[in-house]
């Protein structure tokens, strides 16, 4: 048995698609003739996995094979502003006979609800909250993209903004940032994929590497000169001359503590959340609010303390039914148990369907979520495999998706529906 790295899967990365959809079939030729160890499944799902038409070390396929390999039973696709990788998503997951489904994220603007003023589930703005849309159907990926086309070029005017504010805080110790030349090549802009601040951060943690070297000079730059906070298990991946994820742990500080020197609000890139709720319902996918919650000692370890929605989750909850939401999002890993039981309440008491998705963009992560497997968010599993349903019936028709018309007249229940749109997703 060879599961040593090899050739194909580091083509897995590849510029062109069509590569990295072909190493995947020698890959799994190789598992299929038994040269290569087949993963044991862990019974794990995961919806929320961002690629590089977002920010992530995985192209489509490669987050496929992760996924894979890491035991999951489905994958779900989940970029910020972008779902251009949808198309080699699905074709990766039929190529590694992997359940699949496909979303994307956004930020909508909740100013015109009872939200308005309020710090959400954005870390950086009041009245900006992340919304997921789940199980997009495959006949509404153009028109979903193409919704969001103008979105994105606005949110690229503020990005280019941005890396002038940044230029303010790097020039004085001669380092400058280009956006077309440094920021551009790190992203699939010109393939419809989008860019964030993660993308900002990372072209100046390349700079940094240029000009520091790694290790104790770079960290002292960091420390000292920038005044940033490093955390000390971070420190010692930074002084690891080795490190292999060495650029993402130099991400990690500057998202942590450089943000809030160079952000800028977003304003017009953000759609009014009454637009996105119309799109949602005209598309047939299954809109869901993300939940973070109020973050004290965070599970994750990666998040300062701050409050979120906490303190008003019943007007939130009431503002999202009122607004047409069917569905609510959250991840067990980064929330306590205690947290998470009131959300489930609260979810019941409105009638909202639950999702989970573990989000996933940096390499040092886990596609497994240990958290999910407690008895506590078994639905989680089978709202994955009703999630796989939707999606399968509303590309064949939008009316028998699971929130269709149609089928709610036919399946009232609730719980009966689940069952019902499980079977779909596991046959």
């Not at 779900?76 to 496909?102: C, L, N, Y």
């Not at 637009?275 to 949602?280: E, G, I, N, P, T």
């Not at 968010?377 to 399968?392: C, M, Q, R, S, V």
């Amino acid at each position: 048995m060879n599961n040593q790295p090899s050739q194909q899967i580091s083509q897995l990365n590849h510029t062109d698609r069509n590569q990295r959809l072909e190493s995947l079939r020698v890959l799994m030729a190789e598992i299929a003739r038994g040269t290569r160890n087949k993963p044991q499944q862990s019974g794990s799902v995961n919806n929320h996995i961002h690629t590089t038409y977002s920010f992530s070390p995985y192209s489509p396929t490669k987050a496929i094979w992760m996924a894979y390999n890491a035991g999951l039973t489905t994958a779900g696709i989940m970029d910020h502003d972008s779902i251009s990788g949808a198309r080699e998503f699905i074709e990766a997951g039929k190529i590694a006979g992997m359940a699949t489904t496909i979303g994307m994220e956004c930020r909508a603007d909740f100013s015109q609800t009872a939200l308005q003023g309020r710090l959400i589930n954005n870390p950086d703005q009041k009245s900006i909250a992340y919304l997921a849309l789940h199980g997009v159907p495959h006949t509404q990926i153009d028109k979903l993209e193409a919704f969001f086309a103008p979105y994105s070029q606005e949110r690229n005017k503020r990005n280019c903004q941005m890396v002038d504010r940044l230029n303010t805080i790097l020039n004085p110790h001669a380092v400058h940032l280009d956006f077309v030349a440094d920021v551009l090549p790190l992203s699939l802009s010109e393939q419809g994929g989008s860019i964030t601040e993660r993308h900002l951060l990372f072209a100046v943690a390349h700079k940094l590497i240029a000009k520091f070297g790694k290790g104790k000079p770079l960290v002292d730059f960091l420390k000292d000169t920038l005044k940033l906070t490093v955390a000390s298990k971070i420190e010692e991946h930074l002084l690891d001359n080795q490190n292999p994820h060495y650029d993402y742990d130099i991400l990690g500080v500057l998202k942590g503590s450089l943000v809030k020197d160079f952000y800028l609000p977003a304003t017009t890139e953000c759609p009014p959340v009454q637009d996105v709720v119309a799109l949602s319902k005209e598309i047939g996918c299954i809109l869901a609010y993300a939940y973070l919650g109020d973050v004290a000692d965070s599970v994750t370890g990666d998040k300062k303390s701050q409050k979120f929605e906490d303190d008003y989750l019943e007007l939130l909850f009431a503002t999202l039914t009122e607004l047409g939401f069917p569905a609510v999002t959250y991840m067990p890993s980064r929330n306590t148990l205690a947290q998470l039981m009131r959300v489930k309440e609260f979810c019941h008491q409105y009638g909202l369907f639950e999702i989970s998705g573990e989000d996933i963009n940096s390499p040092r992560q886990s596609f497994i979520c240990d958290a999910l497997l407690q008895p506590e968010f078994a639905n989680l599993i089978d709202a994955t495999w009703a999630l796989i349903g939707h999606e399968k019936q509303a590309t064949k028709d939008l009316e028998t998706g699971l929130f269709g018309a149609q089928t709610q007249a036919k399946y009232p229940d609730m719980v009966q529906r689940l069952q019902i749109f499980k079977e779909f997703g596991q046959s």
